[in-house]
T-cell receptor, first 114, second 114 residues
Framework: RKEVEQDPGPFNVPEGATVAFNCTYS??????FFWYRQDCRKEPKLLMS???SGNEDGRFTAQLNRASQYISLLIRDSKLSDSATYLC???????????????FGKGTHLIIQP | GAGVSQSPSNKVTEKGKDVELRCDPI?????LYWYRQSLGQGLEFLIY????????KSGLPSDRFSAERTGGSVSTLTIQRTQQEDSAVYLC????????????FGSGTRLTVV
């Protein structure tokens, strides 16, 4: 099982619709979770952190399910500008040293259609 | 600086040549990462620097790759005897600490080996 798995899509969604996608992770000891957004030929940018209690930022809601080891991102009232690749990012906690850098999923490609 | 600065933004080199990529992180950020992203692929971890600790080089794909970080600030990634499979976007990210919060990426160096 890959460390972080995402459905690559593309998800073609009409403007104004609600869209949700999940990401699964393999390391049950993972501590931190994030969603990043990457526009075409641009660098990834932090969209939001994912907290155990779930969190909401405007039209975006992120949730964590530790028991099933997945995180989700829900976008309401989607806009054309939401078209991008959404990267699921997990920060595992390694014991005994070593870098605990971010592990990136390959991303889910979202296309909002007018 | 205000953001993570990478140079050059684009580099075309002949197979077998050495290249040097530069990253200038956000001032005060102790953690610095190098990733690379091939076309249509996810981010691949290369190397991680944290303060004055020994870097984690576990992601470097071969001994042709090396990196250093001078004075805890600017980092250079060197690729010797470049191969066509080295063609990718090389992204640098920095953060306040080992686990973020959030990582700020530079806009990357697009390397093309011909």
């Amino acid at each position: 099982r890959k460390e972080v798995e995402q459905d690559p899509g593309p998800f073609n969604v009409p403007e104004g619709a609600t869209v949700a996608f999940n990401c699964t992770y393999s390391n049950s000891a993972s501590q931190s979770f994030f969603w990043y957004r990457q526009d075409c030929r641009k660098e990834p940018k932090l969209l939001m952190s994912v907290y155990s209690s779930g969190n909401e930022d405007g039209r975006f809601t992120a949730q964590l399910n530790r028991a099933s080891q997945y995180i989700s991102l829900l976008i309401r009232d989607s806009k054309l500008s939401d078209s991008a690749t959404y990267l699921c990012v997990v920060n595992p906690r390694y014991s005994g040293g070593g870098a605990d850098g971010l592990t990136f999923g390959k991303g889910t490609h979202l296309i909002i259609q007018p | 600086g205000a953001g993570v600065s990478q140079s050059p933004s684009n580099k075309v080199t002949e197979k077998g040549k050495d290249v040097e990529l530069r990253c200038d992180p956000i001032s005060g950020h102790t953690a610095l990462y190098w990733y690379r992203q091939s076309l249509g692929q996810g981010l691949e971890f290369l190397i991680y620097f944290q303060g004055n600790s020994a870097p984690d080089k576990s992601g470097l794909p071969s001994d042709r790759f090396s990196a250093e970080r001078t004075g805890g600030s600017v980092s250079t990634l060197t690729i010797q005897r470049t191969q066509q499979e080295d063609s990718a976007v090389y992204l640098c990210a920095s953060s306040l600490g080992r686990r973020g919060p959030g990582y700020t990426f530079g806009s990357g160096t697009r390397l093309t080996v011909v």
